[in-house]
């Protein structure tokens, strides 16, 4: 049974950084695509960023390409997300996914919930202004 766990949220001010990671169980870590999504209040959960299983490709949603940054250990089977110049906007219940579907599929729909089958239980992120 794949289990996904994520840590590293909590309350910042505008401006700060936070660094969430998200640790997958399981043998086959190294061949899953990775995503965090975030759900902020009253809004539908969103993609936020992808990568795939070996780490030389990623791709961001446009409200935080150039300030995020995942990535991905697979020798501790451990997936990252890098916050920086956190904005009030950017607070959420944020998730982390993974897909064990093949590169082929994955590819043109890694912004899409539904490629997805392993999901964490979040990790709140607060920005205050």
């Known amino acids: 049974q794949v289990q996904l766990v994520e840590s590293g949220g909590g309350l910042v001010q505008a401006g700060a950084s936070l660094r969430l990671s998200c640790v997958v169980s399981?043998?086959?870590?190294?061949?899953?695509?990775m995503g965090w999504f975030r759900q902020a209040p009253g809004k539908e959960r969103e993609f936020v960023a992808h990568i795939n299983w070996s780490g030389d490709s990623t791709l961001y949603a446009a409200s935080v390409k150039g300030r995020f940054t995942i990535s991905r250990d697979n020798a501790k089977n451990t997936v990252f997300l890098q916050m920086d110049s956190l904005k009030p906007e950017d607070t959420a219940v944020y998730y982390c996914?993974?897909?064990?579907?093949?590169?082929?599929?994955?590819?043109?729909?890694?912004?899409?919930?539904?490629?997805?089958?392993?999901w964490g239980q979040g990790t709140q992120v607060t920005v205050s202004s």
């Open positions: 399981g043998r086959t870590f190294s061949s899953y695509a």
């Open positions: 996914a993974g897909s064990s579907k093949p590169h082929t599929t994955v590819v043109f729909a890694s912004t899409r919930e539904y490629i997805y089958e392993y």
